[in-house]
């Protein structure tokens, strides 16, 4: 089950039917589409993509995918899931925002809430997160929030993607 999570100003839910619209919005507009999977879709494979949040990953709760939210307004997704990849035997984080939420600290803080998920919810001692190398926002959120790269995976389409990865302090024991 995808649970509810909450920051200073932003809030994660699961999504519901009349997220659709903002969602296909989101992954159509190419400045934020590109860097999801393969990038821009066409809009009916968004579509599809929305209902099988519903017919796969809530139904068989895969992993948690949210509806982000800031004052209300739908601004973004995430989702802390199995990593596709096979090199990658982890979990990791996905994420974006919508243009109107950027430039406001909502992209650290998004990934701060779903790293701290991993760590503490999950129990996870690693969290990763692959970015493609051009997404330099991306990368500069996650080094602020001490993430440290793993590898570089060149692509067959000549880019290069990094694998970064958090890793989970371990307690200071005094005595």
Do not use: C
Not at 75 to 82: I, N, W
Not at 113 to 128: R, S
């Amino acid at each position: 089950m995808t649970p509810e999570l909450r920051s200073e100003r932003l809030s994660l839910s699961p999504y519901v039917d009349t997220d659709e619209a903002d969602f296909v919005t989101l992954f159509q507009d190419e400045a934020v589409g590109r860097w999801f999977g393969d990038g821009v879709q066409s809009e009916a494979e968004d579509r599809a993509l929305f209902g099988r949040i519903f017919t796969l990953v809530y139904a068989e709760e895969r992993y948690p995918v949210w509806a982000v939210r800031h004052e209300g307004r739908y601004v973004g997704h995430a989702e802390v899931k199995p990593s596709p990849e096979t090199w990658l035997d982890g979990t990791e984080i996905v994420y974006g925002l919508a243009r109107d939420a950027w430039g406001q600290g909502l992209g650290t803080e998004l990934a701060e809430l779903l790293t701290a998920y991993g760590h503490e919810t999950l129990g996870l001692t690693e969290v990763h997160a692959t970015v493609d190398a051009a997404n330099a926002p991306s990368l500069s959120v996650l080094a602020r929030l001490g993430y440290v790269r793993a590898r570089e995976i060149p692509e067959e389409n000549g880019q290069v993607t990094l694998h970064l990865i958090s890793h989970r302090s371990a307690p200071t024991v005094t005595g």
